[in-house]
């Protein structure tokens, strides 16, 4: 399958800094591109979804001012947590989809994870 | 919203077949998925099924879908220790001109000798 590279693999920040994690699609061009936070023992819970060139579609209860995503090209998308707060701590979690929808040979593939830590 | 809903733990004996067992709301879902998440990394599609399909079989994996119940079952035959993780399912849902996926909360396999 496509490979998704996502960094760091793991950060561990100040309280009150702001944190920048990385997601690129290595050998594809990804025009959307997803954002999940994922606590222990749960689920994927998806924050946003960003279409190259557009802003990100937040879900409902996710902070946009918080958890900033800038998808400015095709191959790359990024994550800040601004401010961060030990509440941010978290597995953050993206994947890459070559197409809007979800079909056989259009899948989303995921990077492997960014595991934060705000101390 | 969708929801998708999956037991949480499952333990069985390595060689014997496991069957983690998935329901789900959406009954728009064109496909249905099966996720493997191994500790402290990101996803891995395992296996997806067409909602209009009943079965489909890849190699050790069995996935069942019982529309009219919203009932989706993974069975892998001949559980191996390497396939300890946790297993997700997912169903697709179109909001806004694209589709997103909706996963369970992950059942986690532990496969013992």
């Known amino acids: 399958g496509a490979v998704v590279s996502q960094h760091p693999s793991w950060v561990i920040c100040k309280s009150g800094t702001s944190v920048k994690i990385e997601c690129r699609s290595l050998?594809?061009?990804?025009?959307?591109m997803f954002w999940y936070r994922q606590f222990p023992k749960q689920s994927l819970m998806l924050m946003a979804t960003?279409?190259?060139?557009?802003?990100?579609?937040?879900e409902q209860g996710v902070e946009k001012d918080k958890f900033l995503i800038n998808h400015a090209s095709l191959t790359l998308s990024t994550l800040t947590v601004t401010s961060a707060h030990p509440e941010d701590s978290s597995f953050y979690i993206c994947s890459a989809r070559q197409g809007r929808f979800q079909r056989r040979n259009t899948e989303a593939f995921f990077g492997q994870g960014t595991r934060l830590t705000v101390v | 919203g969708e929801d998708v809903e999956q037991s949480l733990f499952l333990s069985v004996r390595e060689g014997d077949s496991s069957v983690i067992n998935c329901t789900y709301t959406?009954?728009?879902?064109?496909?249905l998925y099966w996720y493997k998440q191994e500790p402290g990394a990101g996803l891995q599609l395992l296996t997806y099924?067409?909602?209009?399909?009943d079965m489909k079989q890849d190699q050790r994996l069995t996935v069942l879908l019982n529309k009219k119940d919203k009932h989706l079952s993974l069975r892998i035959a001949d559980t191996q220790t390497g396939d300890s993780a946790i297993y997700f399912c997912a169903e697709s849902e179109e909001s806004g001109g694209y589709n997103k996926l909706i996963f369970g909360a992950g059942t986690r396999l532990a496969v013992h000798p």
């Open positions: 050998d594809f061009q990804a025009t959307t």
């Open positions: 960003s279409n190259e060139g557009s802003k990100a579609t937040y």
């Open positions: 099924i067409f909602s209009n399909m």
């Open positions: 959406d009954s728009s879902s064109t496909y």
